[in-house]
């Protein structure tokens, strides 16, 4: 087999040029590759000769999803007391690991979200990996059992509203410092950017001046044959040049300044305030985790017209 060399290609079909086993080149078409083809309904599958009802079809399509959930229950179960063995094994690594392969096999099963909040913060006393364990609050509302639910919620969430607390507290202090600091500064930078200012008016407003003599003076030089005339509007449009050359100059420090007070407001710009971000950032994330583990299933509203009428009987 020679060598083969790509040519070109279109949007139908591509080709190339390949050299056969006599030197001779030839002209091959490749075959598009074919697209991949929707997966399957396990158990649904109508035979060609047999007619069937929509109705039927119908039944046989919700049968094979039935299947399909059923061994996907399967998988995510297993994996779970994979998890767990683990667990007992001192492996939370691969504990993890399982959980989310159960997790991927069938996301309703909800001991995916309890054993998760529990490794990744090595049961409420670590974390480090707080933004993961957030991540899990709607799969945990929503598919934890509200018995389960008040297990986690008396065994963690004191420790969980203590940190929120202090982090809370810590993040207060520190935008405190921050807005001093902030203050500080702004006191400066307005000083040196209300000089700057003064000095650029100093050069920018001569220079108006001048231009609008010299424009005037130009509409009437020619109308008395020259002369003096003539000459002024010379002299006040170098004038004016001059003061512009300098009203540019004098702007760049007004412009520095004026960026400076800018970028003082903005947190990200000094690192007390980028340690604030930060501070309340964590401190809404453990409010995020306490608000998990304290949710319990609103009361429906049937549910709770019946209750109210079974009060009113009573």
């Known amino acids: 087999m020679g060598e083969i060399r790509l040519t070109d290609d279109d949007k139908d079909?591509?080709?190339?040029?390949?050299?056969?086993?006599?030197?001779?080149e030839e002209l091959e078409v490749i075959q598009p590759e074919e697209e991949p083809q929707e997966?399957?309904?396990i158990?649904?599958?109508?035979?060609?000769?047999?007619?069937?009802?929509?109705?039927e079809q119908s039944e046989l399509m919700e049968a094979a999803r039935a299947e399909q959930e059923r061994l996907a229950r399967e998988e995510a179960k297993?994996?779970?007391?994979?998890?767990?063995a683990k667990i007992q094994e001192g492996d939370n690594e691969f504990?993890?690991?399982?959980?989310?392969?159960?997790?991927?096999?069938?996301?309703?099963?909800?001991?995916?979200?309890?054993?998760?909040?529990?490794?990744?913060?090595?049961?409420?006393?670590?974390?480090?990996?707080?933004?993961?364990?957030?991540?899990?609050?709607?799969?945990?509302?929503?598919?934890?059992?509200?018995?389960?639910?008040?297990?986690q919620r008396g065994k963690y969430a004191g420790t969980v509203s203590k940190m929120a607390a202090e982090q809370r507290s810590l993040a207060d202090s520190t935008n405190e410092e921050n807005e001093a600091k902030k203050a500080e500064r702004r006191v400066r930078f307005k000083a040196q950017r209300n000089k700057a200012l003064r000095n650029f008016l100093f050069a920018f407003v001569p220079?108006?001046?001048?231009?609008?003599?010299?424009?005037?003076?130009?509409?009437?030089?020619?109308s008395q044959g020259g002369g003096v005339l003539f000459v002024l509007p010379i002299v006040f449009f170098a004038l004016a040049a001059i003061a512009l050359i300098i009203s540019i100059i004098l702007l760049r420090?007004?412009?520095?300044?004026?960026?400076?007070?800018?970028?003082?407001?903005?947190?990200?710009?000094?690192?007390?305030?980028?340690?604030?971000?930060?501070?309340?950032?964590?401190?809404?994330?453990?409010?995020?985790?306490?608000?998990?583990?304290?949710?319990?299933?609103?009361?429906?509203?049937?549910?709770?017209?019946?209750?109210?009428d079974t009060a009113e009987e009573n």
């Open 13 to 24: 079909r591509k080709y190339r040029i390949r050299i056969n086993e006599d030197g001779e």
């Open 39 to 41: 997966e399957e309904l």
């Open 43 to 55: 158990g649904f599958q109508v035979d060609d000769d047999e007619e069937t009802t929509p109705e």
């Open 78 to 84: 297993k994996n779970i007391e994979k998890a767990k």
């Open 95 to 151: 504990a993890l690991v399982a959980l989310d392969a159960a997790q991927q096999a069938w996301d309703e099963e909800w001991e995916i979200y309890t054993l998760k909040a529990e490794l990744l913060t090595n049961y409420f006393t670590d974390f480090s990996k707080l933004e993961e364990v957030v991540s899990l609050q709607d799969g945990y509302k929503k598919f934890v059992p509200e018995e389960q639910k008040q297990i």
């Open 207 to 222: 220079f108006v001046i001048l231009l609008c003599v010299a424009i005037g003076f130009s509409t009437v030089m020619f």
């Open 253 to 308: 420090p007004l412009v520095k300044y004026i960026n400076r007070l800018r970028l003082n407001e903005r947190n990200k710009s000094t690192a007390i305030g980028r340690t604030y971000i930060e501070c309340s950032e964590r401190a809404e994330l453990f409010d995020e985790l306490y608000n998990m583990l304290m949710y319990s299933e609103p009361v429906k509203e049937e549910a709770a017209a019946v209750t109210e």
